[in-house]
């Protein structure tokens, strides 16, 4: 008689992991229990916890379940949903796909690494993860509140030209062999019919309590690089607002050259996901009046944040791919951002 595999098997200890979580978890008690003034150093980072944490969760845990299901999905369905890799029809897909997916930057990180994993082409992630954080649906209506119907439409339309110029940059990059290619690539059968197999598939799932329990910890496996680093980046930037607060961080970046700068390094510095952004672009546009300050502090976190370049360089094992999202994104987004300053 064998012994059926543990669902666990293959599961190493991520002391990394462990300790930040455990200091988040730290810090979180304190905020909850109010065992320091809030105006303190300490109270300031521990309520950036629980207030990043209460705005992050719920895009976690589904962007978990998502993996999961992405997990079970054969590839040729990804493939054919995103495109064939290499592609200017990919690209536009995958650009597509991330405004109209409705997850949280760090949501969008986790499913971004996932569909790499699927055979995804690293044009396809890039324009995918620049395309989607701020630009959820749920997000939208928020923007269409704080900046104006016509300011939010004009940042979406921006950032899609970003996404898609970045992802064709990557993908020529690889058409020439600068970056390496996906080592999971996959071609469709030249006889694949998308809502036929959808249909097939769809019939021969057994639905039960096990299935569910396997997509949830096939999550919890995928998402786990990102894990480490989204609450490595959630202390970083606790620490930071210990000693920064948001209203001093609008209130020195006006629309100057140098304020865009500076914008762009406090984008960087700050771990902020993308429903915590959309408050400080508020007021970097409203009060600072730097409309271009407000489009390149959503736009550049998402570009240049250690959390995602690190993310990329486990997933894509390419400190190469991961350091030219930056290098490519943000010279972009400077520009745009300095042309918005002066309209």
């Not at 104006?148 to 990059?173: E, H, K, M, P, Q």
């Not at 694949?192 to 598939?201: C, P, S, T, W």
């Not at 959503?298 to 370049?309: F, I, R």
Request: with cysteine; hydrophobic share 55%.
């Amino acid at each position: 008689m064998t012994d059926k595999p543990s669902r666990f098997a293959g599961y190493r200890r991520d002391y990394f992991l462990m300790v930040c979580s455990a200091i988040a978890i730290a810090l979180l008690a304190v905020a909850l229990l109010g065992l320091v003034p809030m105006d303190s150093a300490l109270g300031r980072a521990a309520h950036t916890v629980h207030e990043m944490l209460a705005v992050m969760w719920w895009g976690i845990v589904l962007a978990i379940v998502v993996i999961g299901i992405l997990d079970q999905i054969p590839q040729e369905f990804i493939v054919a949903l995103l495109g064939k890799p290499g592609t200017s029809r990919g690209i536009l897909r995958a650009a597509v796909a991330g405004v109209l997916l409705d997850l949280c930057s760090h949501g969008i990180l986790m499913v971004g690494a996932k569909l790499y994993q699927r055979g995804a082409s690293a044009g396809q992630v890039m324009a995918f993860l620049i395309a989607s954080p701020w630009n959820s649906i749920s997000l939208t209506f928020i923007l269409f509140g704080l900046l104006g119907a016509a300011w939010t439409l004009s940042f979406i339309a921006l950032s899609l030209v970003i996404a898609i110029s970045t992802g064709f940059a990557f993908d020529a990059l690889e058409r020439r062999r600068l970056i390496p290619s996906n080592a999971a690539p996959m071609e469709l059968p030249a006889d694949f019919r998308f809502f036929a197999e959808v249909d097939k598939g769809i019939r021969s799932v057994s639905w039960s309590p096990g299935m569910l329990i396997e997509i949830v910890l096939n999550g919890l496996r995928g998402s786990r690089i990102v894990l480490r680093w989204l609450v490595f980046g959630l202390i970083a930037a606790a620490v930071l607002r210990g000693f920064f607060t948001a209203e001093d961080f609008a209130t020195w970046f006006g629309p100057s050259l140098v304020g865009l700068l500076l914008t762009l390094l406090g984008a960087a510095v700050f771990e902020v996901c993308s429903e915590g952004s959309v408050p400080i672009a508020a007021d970097l546009m409203n009060r600072a009046a730097a409309p271009g300050n407000s489009f390149t502090f959503l736009l550049a976190g998402v570009a240049s944040d250690y959390t995602e370049v690190m993310v990329l360089r486990e997933t894509t094992s390419s400190t190469r791919i991961a350091l030219l999202l930056p290098l490519i994104t943000i010279p972009q987004v400077l520009v745009i951002g300095w042309i918005l300053n002066n309209l």
